[in-house]
């Protein structure tokens, strides 16, 4: 709203005469007021003016739709609304409404403009997406404030002649009802979380509070002397209301509602508004041309902010937390940009050098509302802590932090300044430990070898400078001094000694050996003392004679006599009856010879396949070729005496 003007003008000296202030003085003492503390601007936020927008004759009051970051000014001589791109900062349309436009509210969800005029008695609706007057509504005598309570879609408008509320159907653009209260009603807003409103009486030094649901008043309090303004915080379910005469602003618990605390602000305060996100409480004032900040945690001014001439109306936009100030006798609109410390950065990394530290981080996604202007390292021993406290200043990431100790631990943190002063420190990095660079070894020394058949045995001490890394193995390289073509031959490994294979003997050879760790292989040794490989001597195997096998003895088969058959007696056949013959004389037999017995051969004792007869050594055959012999042999007798006996026979012829 604006600094009193017209019926407000007169009814501000009205309440100034000895009588009206003895009245309010009565309702001072009812109402607790105590004088809030001033507190000096707050060394974490600044309240700068960022801009100054020029716009109509004499504007009167600001509200702001904080999902299009557009904010609208109507200008009480111009009869217009000045509408102004909050990114940008520039009027962008000019609406023309009714009269002399005082008072505006905007409906964020629909976004809807509404505009009172004292004058006609009317609430003009613009279109936010057009800027247009859609309709005009008319409600009671010299409306003033207006609120607008976007959930239910409802609009409430003072009317200071009639002393009501026209409550206005958003949907419909039509009044739903009229609310009768008492003491010229001026200034209004609503909590959209409880559905309650709050309704400054000028004449009566109090606060109506209606239930929306019923739109009847279910709670007076009283506030200070002139209660202009009321703004709420539905996040802490607070009121705060302008008192012009007395120069405070009574905050009350909208829970209990009764005034818990009073604070003094600037002279003749006509206006006020809340940052709900931040709890912070802006408050124009009249002759001053300020705006004090408060604290809405602790209730007292940590800033007063210079602004235009005739500071009045003023409203926020909570995404961007920009204040913004109908200047009414400047004809211009400041905007307060608040400036806080900046964030703490995020995402610390340390890489460790040759006694420093690489930095780099995130910048913080809080930047306080101005530009940082510089970044600060802090470096922590962790292993001695009094060695700690290094830093680094500069404008970015990274960041370099030098005069540190190698091999011990290190952390780091860091801040971020802006205007308003540096920020909370990052989390820490994860500890680093610098160190000098790694090289690459030293030679190693006392190289010596030893000769062998084409090859070579090659002891060597480890350098005296691992380079800063442990040496992970040695090369042995051999150079053939008799014919260098034929050298190069290399071993590797771990330790002491190595050796080189390959090589020729009778040769002369050289060595010498170098060192690898993880920086590289460093330079070669000097080379040892040259040897020769030569031919080791011949050394005659002796002979050993081959021993004769020893014969298997040959077991004799014993030799089983041949019984000698038993002659069978022939039967001598019935002699004939005898015929004399004559007698012929008959030659004599031969006597028969004897077959002569030949021995079985002996055969070589084998195996036996049955285990039982290994224990004799007999041959199974044997036995069966001697029976054969023997039964031969007695035939041959027997015939030959069968023979013998026939001879001795005489002949019978």
């Given at each position: 709203?604006?600094?009193?003007?017209?019926?407000?003008?007169?009814?501000?000296?009205?309440?100034?005469?000895?009588?009206?202030?003895?009245?309010?003085?009565?309702?001072?003492?009812?109402?607790?007021?105590?004088?809030?503390?001033?507190?000096?601007?707050?060394?974490?936020?600044?309240?700068?003016?960022?801009?100054?927008?020029?716009?109509?004759?004499?504007?009167?009051?600001?509200?702001?739709?904080?999902?299009?970051?557009?904010?609208?000014?109507?200008?009480?001589?111009?009869?217009?609304?000045?509408?102004?791109?909050?990114?940008?900062?520039?009027?962008?349309?000019?609406?023309?409404?009714?009269?002399?436009?005082?008072?505006?509210?905007?409906?964020?969800?629909?976004?809807?403009?509404?505009?009172?005029?004292?004058?006609?008695?009317?609430?003009?609706?613009?279109?936010?997406?057009?800027?247009?007057?859609?309709?005009?509504?008319?409600?009671?005598?010299?409306?003033?404030?207006?609120?607008?309570?976007?959930?239910?879609?409802?609009?409430?408008?003072?009317?200071?002649?009639?002393?009501?509320?026209?409550?206005?159907?958003?949907?419909?653009?039509?009044?739903?009802?009229?609310?009768?209260?008492?003491?010229?009603?001026?200034?209004?807003a609503v909590n959209a979380t409880t559905n309650t409103v709050y309704v400054t009486t000028l004449f009566g030094g109090m606060v109506s509070v209606l239930d929306g649901g019923t739109n009847a008043v279910t709670a007076t309090v009283l506030v200070g002397a002139f209660p202009s303004s009321v703004a709420v915080n539905a996040n802490t379910n607070t009121a705060y209301?302008?008192?012009?005469?007395?120069?405070?602003?009574?905050?009350?618990?909208?829970?209990?509602?009764?005034?818990?605390?009073?604070?003094?602000?600037?002279?003749?305060?006509?206006?006020?508004?809340?940052?709900?996100?931040?709890?912070?409480?802006?408050?124009?004032?009249?002759?001053?041309?300020?705006?004090?900040?408060?604290?809405?945690?602790?209730?007292?001014?940590?800033?007063?902010?210079?602004?235009?001439?005739?500071?009045?109306?003023?409203?926020?936009?909570?995404?961007?937390?920009?204040?913004?100030?109908?200047?009414?006798?400047?004809?211009?609109?400041?905007?307060?940009?608040?400036?806080?410390?900046?964030?703490?950065?995020?995402?610390?990394?340390?890489?460790?050098?040759?006694?420093?530290?690489?930095?780099?981080?995130?910048?913080?996604?809080?930047?306080?509302?101005?530009?940082?202007?510089?970044?600060?390292?802090?470096?922590?021993?962790?292993?001695?802590?009094?060695?700690?406290?290094?830093?680094?200043?500069?404008?970015?990431?990274?960041?370099?932090?030098?005069?540190?100790?190698?091999?011990?631990?290190?952390?780091?943190?860091?801040?971020?300044?802006?205007?308003?002063?540096?920020?909370?420190?990052?989390?820490?990095?994860?500890?680093?430990?610098?160190?000098?660079?790694?090289?690459?070894?030293?030679?190693?020394?006392?190289?010596?070898?030893?000769?062998?058949?084409?090859?070579?045995?090659?002891?060597?001490?480890?350098?005296?400078?691992?380079?800063?890394?442990?040496?992970?193995?040695?090369?042995?390289?051999?150079?053939?001094?008799?014919?260098?073509?034929?050298?190069?031959?290399?071993?590797?490994?771990?330790?002491?000694?190595?050796?080189?294979?390959?090589?020729?003997?009778?040769?002369?050879?050289?060595?010498?050996?170098?060192?690898?760790?993880?920086?590289?292989?460093?330079?070669?040794?000097?080379?040892?003392?040259?040897?020769?490989?030569?031919?080791?001597?011949?050394?005659?195997?002796?002979?050993?004679?081959?021993?004769?096998?020893?014969?298997?003895?040959?077991?004799p088969v014993p030799v089983v006599p041949t019984p000698e058959p038993t002659p069978v007696p022939t039967p001598e056949p019935t002699p004939a009856p005898v015929v004399p013959a004559p007698v012929v004389p008959s030659p004599p037999l031969p006597t028969p010879t004897p077959t002569p017995v030949t021995p079985a051969p002996v055969k070589p004792a084998a195996t036996?396949?049955?285990?039982?007869?290994?224990?004799?050594?007999?041959?199974?055959?044997?036995?069966?070729?001697?029976?054969?012999?023997?039964?031969?042999?007695?035939?041959?007798?027997?015939?030959?005496?069968?023979?013998?006996?026939?001879?001795?026979?005489?002949?019978?012829?």
């Amino acid at each position: 709203m604006y600094p009193f003007r017209a019926p407000e003008r007169r009814l501000v000296r009205k309440a100034r005469s000895p009588i009206i202030a003895a009245g309010l003085a009565v309702t001072l003492g009812f109402a607790g007021i105590v004088a809030g503390p001033v507190a000096s601007a707050s060394a974490a936020t600044s309240y700068p003016v960022t801009a100054t927008v020029q716009v109509g004759v004499n504007p009167s009051g600001v509200a702001v739709n904080a999902s299009t970051n557009t904010v609208y000014v109507p200008n009480l001589a111009s009869g217009t609304v000045s509408v102004i791109d909050g990114d940008t900062n520039t009027v962008t349309s000019i609406v023309r409404v009714d009269g002399n436009p005082r008072a505006v509210a905007v409906n964020a969800i629909t976004n809807t403009v509404y505009v009172t005029d004292g004058n006609a008695g009317t609430v003009s609706v613009i279109d936010g997406a057009t800027n247009t007057v859609t309709t005009t509504v008319a409600v009671g005598a010299a409306p003033f404030g207006v609120a607008v309570n976007a959930t239910t879609n409802t609009v409430y408008v003072t009317n200071v002649d009639d002393s009501t509320i026209s409550v206005i159907n958003g949907a419909t653009n039509a009044v739903t009802t009229t609310v009768a209260v008492d003491g010229a009603p001026f200034g209004v807003a609503v909590n959209a979380t409880t559905n309650t409103v709050y309704v400054t009486t000028l004449f009566g030094g109090m606060v109506s509070v209606l239930d929306g649901g019923t739109n009847a008043v279910t709670a007076t309090v009283l506030v200070g002397a002139f209660p202009s303004s009321v703004a709420v915080n539905a996040n802490t379910n607070t009121a705060y209301v302008v008192n012009a005469i007395d120069g405070t602003v009574s905050v009350i618990n909208g829970a209990t509602n009764s005034v818990i605390t009073t604070v003094s602000v600037g002279d003749q305060p006509p206006e006020v508004a809340v940052n709900a996100n931040t709890n912070t409480v802006y408050v124009t004032s009249q002759s001053d041309d300020t705006v004090s900040v408060i604290d809405g945690a602790t209730n007292t001014v940590t800033a007063t902010v210079p602004t235009g001439s005739g500071a009045g109306g003023v409203a926020v936009n909570v995404n961007t937390n920009a204040a913004y100030v109908a200047n009414f006798y400047g004809d211009t609109v400041s905007v307060i940009t608040p400036m806080t410390v900046p964030g703490a950065p995020t995402d610390v990394v340390a890489t460790a050098g040759d006694g420093q530290a690489s930095v780099i981080f995130a910048a913080p996604t809080a930047g306080g509302g101005s530009a940082i202007t510089e970044y600060t390292v802090t470096a922590t021993n962790t292993t001695n802590p009094g060695a700690g406290g290094r830093t680094a200043i500069g404008a970015a990431s990274p960041l370099t932090v030098t005069g540190l100790t190698n091999g011990d631990s290190y952390t780091f943190t860091v801040t971020a300044t802006n205007s308003s002063g540096t920020g909370a420190a990052s989390a820490a990095s994860d500890p680093v430990t610098p160190s000098a660079p790694v090289t690459v070894p030293g030679a190693p020394t006392g190289v010596s070898a030893t000769a062998g058949d084409r090859q070579a045995s090659v002891a060597f001490t480890a350098p005296s400078d691992d380079g800063g890394a442990a040496i992970t193995e040695y090369t042995v390289t051999a150079t053939n001094t008799t014919n260098p073509d034929d050298g190069g031959q290399t071993a590797t490994g771990a330790a002491s000694p190595l050796a080189v294979m390959g090589l020729t003997n009778g040769d002369s050879y050289t060595f010498t050996v170098t060192a690898t760790n993880s920086a590289g292989t460093g330079a070669a040794s000097a080379a040892s003392e040259p040897v020769t490989l030569v031919v080791p001597p011949v050394v005659p195997i002796p002979v050993v004679p081959t021993p004769e096998p020893t014969p298997a003895p040959v077991v004799p088969v014993p030799v089983v006599p041949t019984p000698e058959p038993t002659p069978v007696p022939t039967p001598e056949p019935t002699p004939a009856p005898v015929v004399p013959a004559p007698v012929v004389p008959s030659p004599p037999l031969p006597t028969p010879t004897p077959t002569p017995v030949t021995p079985a051969p002996v055969k070589p004792a084998a195996t036996p396949a049955d285990p039982s007869l290994a224990a004799t050594g007999s041959d199974p055959a044997l036995p069966m070729g001697l029976a054969g012999l023997l039964l031969m042999t007695g035939l041959a007798v027997f015939g030959a005496a069968r023979l013998h006996n026939r001879a001795k026979k005489p002949h019978i012829g």
